[in-house]
């Protein structure tokens, strides 16, 4: 059986994290090798609530920054080193889990952008949600795998008593 946390927990969540980053990053590629003309389209079973998109945002999040490409380099990379910092600390260690969970989705995310805008220049967002509000606000996996993250991690550090008991006993290994 897998043993997390000692002898070799933190290969198991740098492969989580590294295939949140794949996962985002091919479904960029297949979203970039499509005609433009193709969207906007709805989601295939999504009942309308999904609309894939083919957009280019070389600024921050909502176009911040757009103008200032050495920043929207450098900001993105910054954060994503501390976050690296914090969850390399946490990945050899027993418990954790729910940090660990949430530092792998986010640094999942974080690294598809990163080596999106590295690469092309730009990140591909492909899909919006049709609920209102966030109609016009285009995403990628990689997005919401940091905002997910980052809700998680406020979680665990709110009810951290909770979420780890929860956590333990749901993941192999961990006791």
């Not at 909502?62 to 993105?76: A, H, T």
Request: charged share 25%.
């Amino acid at each position: 059986m897998y043993h997390l946390g000692k002898g070799g927990g933190d290969v198991f969540w740098i492969g989580l994290t590294a295939s949140l980053a794949a996962l985002d990053l091919g479904l960029k590629e297949l979203i970039e090798e499509r005609d433009d003309g193709e969207f906007p389209a709805e989601l295939p079973g999504s009942s309308g609530k999904i609309i894939l998109h083919k957009s280019h945002n070389i600024g921050l999040p909502f176009g911040i920054l757009k103008k200032r490409p050495d920043l929207v380099k450098l900001i993105p990379l910054a954060a994503a080193s501390s976050v690296f910092g914090v969850f390399a600390y946490l990945a050899g260690k027993k418990g954790h889990v729910g940090e660990k969970i949430a530092l792998s989705m986010i640094l999942g995310g974080a690294l598809s952008n990163i080596i999106d805008r590295c690469r092309r220049g730009y990140v591909v967002d492909y899909f919006s949600f049709q609920v209102k509000g966030l109609k016009k606000v285009i995403f990628n996996l990689g997005d919401l795998f940091v905002f997910a993250g980052t809700v998680l991690m406020a979680v665990t550090q709110v009810w951290p008593e909770r979420t780890a008991r929860r956590a333990e006993k749901s993941l192999p290994g961990e006791k």
